[in-house]
Protein backbone atom coordinates (compact mmCIF):
# COMPACT_ATOMS: atom_id res chain seq x y z
CA UNK A 1 0.00 0.00 0.00
CA UNK A 2 2.78 2.85 1.07
CA UNK A 3 4.61 1.60 -2.42
CA UNK A 4 1.25 2.67 -4.20
CA UNK A 5 0.96 6.26 -2.23
CA UNK A 6 5.07 6.81 -3.01
CA UNK A 7 4.28 5.80 -6.30
CA UNK A 8 0.71 7.92 -6.91
CA UNK A 9 2.41 11.02 -5.29
CA UNK A 10 5.67 10.27 -7.66
CA UNK A 11 3.19 10.40 -10.90
CA UNK A 12 1.64 14.02 -9.36
CA UNK A 13 4.54 15.34 -8.68
CA UNK A 14 6.29 14.56 -12.18
CA UNK A 15 2.91 15.70 -14.18
CA UNK A 16 3.03 19.38 -11.97
CA UNK A 17 6.84 19.61 -12.96
CA UNK A 18 6.13 18.79 -16.63
CA UNK A 19 3.11 21.62 -16.80
CA UNK A 20 5.48 24.00 -14.75
CA UNK A 21 7.97 23.19 -17.12
CA UNK A 22 6.30 24.23 -19.80
CA UNK A 23 4.56 27.44 -18.07
CA UNK A 24 8.32 28.67 -17.85
CA UNK A 25 9.23 27.56 -21.02
CA UNK A 26 5.72 29.70 -22.57
CA UNK A 27 6.79 32.55 -20.19
CA UNK A 28 10.49 32.82 -21.35
CA UNK A 29 8.96 32.99 -25.01
CA UNK A 30 6.61 35.38 -24.77
CA UNK A 31 9.13 37.61 -22.89
CA UNK A 32 11.55 37.52 -25.64
CA UNK A 33 8.97 37.70 -27.69
CA UNK A 34 8.01 41.52 -26.09
CA UNK A 35 11.75 42.29 -25.53
CA UNK A 36 11.65 42.05 -29.70
CA UNK A 37 8.57 43.95 -30.13
CA UNK A 38 9.58 46.62 -27.45
CA UNK A 39 13.20 46.93 -29.24
CA UNK A 40 11.54 47.80 -32.18
CA UNK A 41 9.23 50.22 -31.12
CA UNK A 42 12.13 51.90 -29.52
CA UNK A 43 13.81 51.74 -32.49
CA UNK A 44 10.99 53.16 -34.37
CA UNK A 45 10.87 55.99 -31.68
CA UNK A 46 14.45 57.14 -32.46
CA UNK A 47 14.03 57.19 -36.18
CA UNK A 48 10.71 58.78 -35.61
CA UNK A 49 12.79 61.33 -33.89
CA UNK A 50 15.57 61.87 -35.84
CA UNK A 51 12.93 62.56 -39.33
CA UNK A 52 11.26 65.18 -36.77
CA UNK A 53 7.97 63.14 -36.13
CA UNK A 54 4.82 65.16 -35.42
CA UNK A 55 3.91 65.08 -31.38
CA UNK A 56 0.77 63.00 -32.61
CA UNK A 57 2.74 60.34 -33.52
CA UNK A 58 5.43 60.15 -31.37
CA UNK A 59 2.61 59.97 -28.75
CA UNK A 60 1.43 57.14 -30.25
CA UNK A 61 4.68 55.69 -30.32
CA UNK A 62 5.46 56.51 -27.05
CA UNK A 63 1.90 54.83 -26.04
CA UNK A 64 2.51 51.82 -28.13
CA UNK A 65 5.85 51.37 -26.41
CA UNK A 66 4.60 51.78 -22.81
CA UNK A 67 2.04 49.12 -23.28
CA UNK A 68 4.41 46.54 -25.04
CA UNK A 69 6.61 47.66 -22.01
CA UNK A 70 3.56 46.77 -19.51
CA UNK A 71 3.00 43.09 -21.41
CA UNK A 72 6.75 42.89 -21.25
CA UNK A 73 6.70 43.48 -17.31
CA UNK A 74 3.74 40.90 -17.17
CA UNK A 75 5.39 38.57 -18.95
CA UNK A 76 8.58 38.94 -16.91
CA UNK A 77 6.01 38.32 -13.95
CA UNK A 78 4.42 35.43 -15.46
CA UNK A 79 8.23 34.08 -16.03
CA UNK A 80 9.01 34.78 -12.43
CA UNK A 81 5.93 32.79 -11.41
CA UNK A 82 6.89 29.78 -14.00
CA UNK A 83 10.71 29.90 -12.37
CA UNK A 84 9.14 29.07 -9.24
CA UNK A 85 6.81 26.49 -10.03
CA UNK A 86 9.21 24.63 -11.59
CA UNK A 87 11.47 25.18 -7.99
CA UNK A 88 8.40 24.19 -5.92
CA UNK A 89 8.14 21.14 -8.48
CA UNK A 90 11.70 20.16 -8.16
CA UNK A 91 11.72 20.11 -4.08
CA UNK A 92 8.26 18.31 -4.76
CA UNK A 93 10.34 15.52 -6.42
CA UNK A 94 13.02 15.66 -4.41
CA UNK A 95 10.84 15.26 -1.08
CA UNK A 96 9.05 12.47 -2.62
CA UNK A 97 12.20 10.68 -3.94
CA UNK A 98 13.24 10.88 -0.12
CA UNK A 99 9.84 9.32 1.12
CA UNK A 100 10.37 7.04 -1.58
CA UNK A 101 13.82 5.93 -0.04
CA UNK A 102 12.64 6.10 3.42
CA UNK A 103 9.56 3.51 2.20
CA UNK A 104 11.77 1.14 0.69
CA UNK A 105 14.09 1.00 3.56
CA UNK A 106 11.09 0.18 5.35
CA UNK A 107 9.81 -2.25 3.35
CA UNK A 108 13.02 -3.68 3.09
CA UNK A 109 13.17 -3.98 7.15
CA UNK A 110 9.84 -5.28 7.17
CA UNK A 111 11.22 -8.06 4.73
CA UNK A 112 13.58 -8.85 6.50
CA UNK A 113 11.83 -9.57 10.04
CA UNK A 114 9.09 -11.19 7.76
CA UNK A 115 11.91 -13.66 7.08
CA UNK A 116 12.92 -13.95 10.35
CA UNK A 117 9.41 -14.63 11.64
CA UNK A 118 9.42 -17.27 9.30
CA UNK A 119 12.61 -19.05 10.10
CA UNK A 120 11.61 -19.04 14.22
CA UNK A 121 7.93 -20.75 12.91
CA UNK A 122 9.83 -23.26 11.40
CA UNK A 123 12.47 -23.36 14.40
CA UNK A 124 8.89 -23.69 16.55
CA UNK A 125 7.92 -26.84 14.42
CA UNK A 126 11.33 -28.46 14.78
CA UNK A 127 11.51 -27.90 18.49
CA UNK A 128 7.95 -29.15 18.58
CA UNK A 129 8.55 -32.30 16.71
CA UNK A 130 11.34 -32.85 19.08
CA UNK A 131 9.39 -32.72 22.11
CA UNK A 132 6.72 -35.06 20.89
CA UNK A 133 9.91 -37.42 19.86
CA UNK A 134 11.27 -37.21 23.62
CA UNK A 135 7.95 -37.37 25.33
CA UNK A 136 7.58 -40.48 23.16
CA UNK A 137 10.64 -41.66 23.67
CA UNK A 138 9.80 -41.31 27.58
CA UNK A 139 6.42 -43.43 27.56
CA UNK A 140 8.26 -46.01 25.92
CA UNK A 141 11.29 -46.37 28.37
CA UNK A 142 8.20 -45.58 31.38
CA UNK A 143 6.40 -49.02 29.43
CA UNK A 144 9.88 -50.76 29.42
CA UNK A 145 10.24 -50.25 32.82
CA UNK A 146 6.83 -51.08 33.90
CA UNK A 147 6.85 -54.30 31.82
CA UNK A 148 10.07 -55.09 33.16
CA UNK A 149 8.57 -54.89 36.68
CA UNK A 150 5.62 -56.68 36.07
CA UNK A 151 7.39 -59.19 34.53
CA UNK A 152 9.83 -59.36 37.44
CA UNK A 153 7.16 -59.60 40.35
CA UNK A 154 4.83 -61.98 37.96
CA UNK A 155 7.90 -64.14 38.35
CA UNK A 156 8.56 -63.62 42.12
CA UNK A 157 4.69 -64.98 42.50
CA UNK A 158 5.34 -67.82 40.48
CA UNK A 159 8.36 -68.92 42.59
CA UNK A 160 6.38 -68.03 45.65
CA UNK A 161 3.27 -70.35 44.54
CA UNK A 162 5.43 -72.76 43.90
CA UNK A 163 6.98 -72.86 46.86
CA UNK A 164 3.85 -73.19 48.49
CA UNK A 165 2.53 -75.98 46.77
CA UNK A 166 6.05 -77.83 47.67
CA UNK A 167 7.48 -77.43 44.25
CA UNK A 168 11.11 -76.60 43.28
CA UNK A 169 11.20 -73.36 41.51
CA UNK A 170 14.40 -74.15 39.93
CA UNK A 171 13.71 -77.85 39.07
CA UNK A 172 10.11 -78.60 39.06
CA UNK A 173 9.97 -80.75 41.55
CA UNK A 174 10.82 -80.92 45.55
Given at each position: ??????????CI???L?????R???????D???????TA?L??????????????E??V?????????????E??LS???D??A?V????????AV??E????N?????????????????????A??????????????????K?R?????E?????????????????G???
Open positions: MLRSLVGSEMRDRAAQAGNLDHAKETGTMAAKAEQELVEATKMGAGGEVGIKERLEAKLEEAHGLEKAHEEQAKAAKKTEAARAKGLAGEQTVVAQIRELQQEVRQVFKIKALQLQKRLALEDLFKTESMEDRVQTAMRDVGLDPVGLW
